[in-house]
């Protein structure tokens, strides 16, 4: 079982950044993938960019290639995503997730979900 929390989001100005955090405890099996979700007022929830936790392969939405980064810290059990050039569409709850890597780009296929953290651009 995981547990996962997120934090440090908030409201900044378009072209700002923030660093999201995401701190997991509990037992994991075998290989995984981590990956973060934003949902958007009116909108479904999307893939935002994932990691594998072994080999740290990243992958990342057309929409924030570029401007987002994603990583980890293995020692830690923490997950990070540093959003630079934020835009007020990038305006979301922002979740972190973990689950399988066949499914990390699936909001429906990842295993376990935080609450999440709002993020708030405005222009």
């Known amino acids: 079982q995981v547990q996962l929390v997120e934090s440090g989001g908030g409201l900044v100005q378009a072209g700002g950044s923030l660093r999201l955090s995401c701190a997991a405890s509990?037992?994991?099996?075998?290989?995984?993938?981590m990956s973060w979700f934003r949902q958007a007022p009116g909108k479904e929830r999307e893939f935002v960019s994932g990691?594998?936790?072994?080999?740290?392969?990243?992958y990342y939405a057309d929409s924030v290639k570029g401007r987002f980064t994603i990583s980890r810290d293995n020692a830690k059990n923490t997950l990070y995503l540093q959003m630079n050039s934020l835009k007020p569409e990038d305006t979301a709850v922002y979740y972190c997730?973990?689950?399988?890597?066949?499914?990390?780009?699936?909001?429906?296929?990842?295993?376990?979900w935080g609450e999440g953290t709002l993020v708030t651009v405005s222009s």
């Open positions: 997730t973990m689950g399988r890597i066949a499914t990390m780009r699936r909001a429906d296929g990842m295993d376990y």
């Open positions: 509990g037992r994991t099996f075998g290989t995984y993938a």
């Open positions: 990691i594998t936790w072994t080999s740290g392969s990243t």
